[in-house]
C-alpha cells in the first residue's frame, strides 16, 4: 500500500514536470530590461506638463524578450506622485493610452495600451520588443522647487503559447 | 523496492528543469520618472535709460551697449530655461506740463547679458528675441534715440519702457 502511495506520486510528479522541460526549450525566458527614464524635464509650479509616448527623447523606454508566440501579461506598477528628498510631492498621471508596444521598436508598429491595467500581447519574434511610456505631471502653483522622482516598475508573466 | 528507487530518481531528474523554467516565466524591472520644479520668472527694472541734457533740434542716441546709460533689467528664473524677451512700442517721453518729446527704438536698441556690465548682443526690442538664461538669471539692457524738434520746450521728459518676459519651454 505504501509503495503504491509513492508510485502514484512519482508519476504525477513526472507528468508536471514533462510540459515544463519542454516549453524551456522553445526560446529564451522571459526578461525585461530598462532602457531610458521618463523625464519631464524643467516645470513650472501650476502648470502641466504631459511627455508622449512618442516622445523619444522623454519617454520611458523598455524593452522585453521572450519565446516567439509567447503570450505575456504586462502590468506597470505606476505611482500617483514624484517626491523629492526635502520633503513635497507632486502628482503624476497615466492616461489610456501613454503606453505603447512595438516589436521593431520603430514608430510604424506601435500598439497603444493602457498602463493602469494589465495588457495582454502574444509575441511575434523571439528578440526584443519595445515597451514606450509616457505620462503627465502637475505640480500645484506653490510646489517647492526641487528635483522630484519616482518609481516605475514594469511585471512580465508568462500566459503561455 | 530498487525498481522504485529508479522511478523516483528519473522523477527528480525531470522534475528540476522544469522548477527551473517556473522560475523563469516572468520578470520585472523599474526606471525613474524624474521632473525639476523651478522658480517662476522675475523681472526687475534695475537702471533707467538717461539721456541726460538734449539740445533742440539735435538727436541723440543711447546704444544697448553703452552700460552706463542704457537701461537695464534683471531677469530670474530656472535654471537655463530659454525665455521670450520683447518691448512694447514708445514713440514719446512726456513732460510734467504737457509737452512731448519725440523717441525710438532702433533695430540693435536692445542688448542681453550674463553680467549686469556687458551686453553680450543686441536684439531689435520691438521684434524681440530668444534668450537662454545663465543658472538662472539674464540681463537686458535697452536704449533708443530722442529727436528733440528745434523749438522743443525745455524740461524732464520721460516715458514708461515695459520688457515682456516668458517662458518659452525650450
Known sequence: MRLGSLLTLSITMLTIAVPG???AQQGPPLAVQGQQDLSFGELLGGLATRVSPNDAGRNAQLRIRG???QTIEISFDLPAEMSRPE???IPLLFGAADAQFSASGGTGDRIPFDPNTPWTITLTQQGWSWI???GTVQPPPQAPLGTYSATITLT???LGS | MKKLTMILALTAFLAIPAMVSAQGQGDAASISATATVIAQLEVSGEEDLRFGDVIPGI??????????????FQIQGGGNQEVSLSFDNLTELAATGGATLPFAFGSSSAGFGVSSG????TFDPLAG???RLDNGVLYVFVGGTVTPTAGQPAGSYEGQITLNVAYTGN
Open chain 1, 21 to 23: 522541460a519542454l516549453s
Open chain 1, 67 to 69: 519565446a516567439r508566440d
Open chain 1, 87 to 89: 520633503g513635497g510631492s
Open chain 1, 132 to 134: 514606450f511610456l509616457g
Open chain 1, 156 to 158: 512580465l508573466s508568462d
Open chain 2, 59 to 72: 538727436a541723440s542716441t543711447i546704444a544697448a551697449t553703452d552700460v552706463g546709460n542704457a537701461g537695464r
Open chain 2, 118 to 121: 556687458e551686453a553680450d548682443g
Open chain 2, 129 to 131: 528675441t530668444d534668450q
